[in-house]
Every structure is written in structure tokens, then in C-alpha cells.
């Protein structure tokens, strides 16, 4: 008889232990589905034109030619390529022009432009209104105008044109400014004089950093409206109805150019 409860304890322990193990397994199955993490949200869309400012500005061979690096550890901030809330109040595509600033805004979607800093030569500080992209071309042929030629009598070696490159006063890429169907002779146009940035220039309309002109122009697929603005208060806006043209900075629009449709 003494042996009779001894087996029954024994037995009783290891059913007791037996369930224990298998509640516990059951248990730890529920926790570890309970508390595996939910996956990781795909990465919002970047936009591969921006980035670090040493990136941006880095030495790159853009259609064969060879453009060098900017050094911007020399150029103010503010006039880095960037995404700014938008202040010009203009629709999505529009350019604009800030002559007091230095800037020039690409209006975006969502409330947000691309800012670029900019040169302006007299042609491009002293005329204000608007106009229309209809023509742009990737590493221009540059020509002096006959009046250019008559002031700076060293220019008449490009009577028939300066060839394309880095050193060319029109840079890698040049958008052609049209008012009515007719060439306003006002240009948004690269340079290699990148120290220029943020001033006032002796010629050109509106010069960019090589590598700014080169994204702009990505941009712009069709023909845009441009403001060119003494500032971007009511009163400037009002202001920008100046029907002057621009000083020619060159012989015209090139032949091969493309016109935007």
C-alpha cells in the first residue's frame, strides 16, 4: 500500500511537468509571433539631384566635355542648389527670377521650389517681366553680336562662333527667353566663372554654376513662363511689367537648337 502513492506522485509530477513544457512551448510561440516587428516602411523617393554640396558640385564628363568641380567650401550657402518652401506663389513649372536676391526659383509641386543662386550681367539686372522658354540648347556655340564686336574689337576671332566648352561665356547649357514669338534676346545660361554667383556681373543675363544650369535645364521639358522680378513682394510683382529688352549677349538663337513645344 505504501507503494501506491509514491507511484502516483511520481506520475503525477511528471504529467505536471509534462504540461508545464507544453504550456510554456505554447506560450512562447504566442509571444514570439505577438512581438515580431512589423516590416520596415519603404524609404520615401529622393530626388538624385540633391545631396551633399561636394557631390553636387563634383567634377563630372557631361556630353564628352570635361567640367571641373566647384569648390564650394567658397560659396555662400544660400547659394547652393536646394528645395525651399515656395515663395513666389506661382503654379508648378514657372521660373522666377528674384533680381534682388540672386535667386531663381522652379516652382514644385506641394508648395516647394528649387532655389538656384545666380549672377546677373546688365542685361539681367536691368530687365524685369515675363517671357516663355521656347528654345534651349546643350553646350551652345556662343557668337557675339555685331554690337559686341564694334565695343570689344578682341572678340571679332568669334565672329563665326566660339566652340563649345567649359570656358565658353554661355556655359553647358542655355535656355532661350521668346516674348510674343520673338527672341527677348534674355538668356539663362551657364559659366565657368562660378565666383560670380551672388553678384552682379559686367555681361550675360542670368548665369548659373555649370552644374545648376545642367539640372535646370533636365527640368525644363517644354515651354515654361518666366518671371524676372525686382523682388518678390506685391509691389515687385506689380513692378515686373518692363517691356525693355535685354542687351544682346549673343548673335541669336543657334540653328540646332531645340524648340519647345
Not at 509530477?13 to 509534462?18: D, I, K, P, V, Y
Not at 572678340?155 to 542655355?174: E, F, N, V
Not at 527667353?177 to 527672341?183: N, S, Y
Request: contains cysteine; positive net charge.
Amino acid at each position: 500500500m505504501s507503494d501506491i502513492p509514491l507511484f502516483s506522485v511520481r506520475l503525477n509530477r511528471r504529467a505536471f511537468l509534462g504540461a508545464s513544457a507544453l504550456g510554456a512551448l505554447a506560450v512562447s510561440a504566442c509571444t514570439t509571433t505577438n512581438v515580431a516587428p512589423p516590416p520596415p516602411d519603404a524609404a520615401p523617393p529622393s530626388d538624385p539631384a540633391f545631396g551633399d554640396a561636394a557631390s553636387m558640385y563634383a567634377a563630372r564628363v557631361d556630353e564628352g566635355y570635361q567640367l571641373p568641380a566647384i569648390p564650394v567650401a567658397k560659396v555662400d550657402p544660400k547659394f547652393v542648389r536646394q528645395i525651399v518652401a515656395d515663395p513666389t506663389g506661382e503654379k508648378p513649372g514657372t521660373i522666377v527670377v528674384d533680381t534682388s536676391e540672386h535667386f531663381l526659383y522652379l516652382v514644385r509641386d506641394g508648395g516647394t521650389a528649387i532655389r538656384y543662386g545666380v549672377s546677373l550681367g546688365k542685361a539681367g539686372f536691368g530687365w524685369t517681366g515675363s517671357a516663355v522658354v521656347q528654345a534651349r540648347k546643350k553646350w551652345p556655340v556662343w557668337t557675339p553680336p555685331p554690337e559686341m564686336i564694334q565695343r570689344r574689337p578682341e572678340l571679332a576671332k568669334y565672329k563665326d562662333g566660339m566652340p563649345p566648352g567649359p570656358q565658353s561665356p554661355l556655359g553647358a547649357r542655355a535656355l532661350y527667353l521668346f516674348r510674343d514669338g520673338r527672341d527677348t534676346m534674355y538668356r539663362l545660361h551657364g559659366t565657368p566663372e562660378w565666383d560670380s554667383i551672388g553678384k552682379n556681373a559686367s555681361s550675360g543675363c542670368v548665369r548659373f554654376m555649370n552644374q545648376d544650369i545642367i539640372d535646370l535645364y533636365s527640368r525644363v521639358n517644354g515651354p515654361a513662363q518666366v518671371f524676372v522680378r525686382p523682388n518678390l513682394s506685391a509691389a515687385g510683382k506689380i513692378m515686373a511689367v518692363s517691356s525693355k529688352t535685354a542687351e544682346p549677349i549673343d548673335a541669336g538663337v543657334p540653328k540646332d537648337a531645340e524648340f519647345l513645344k
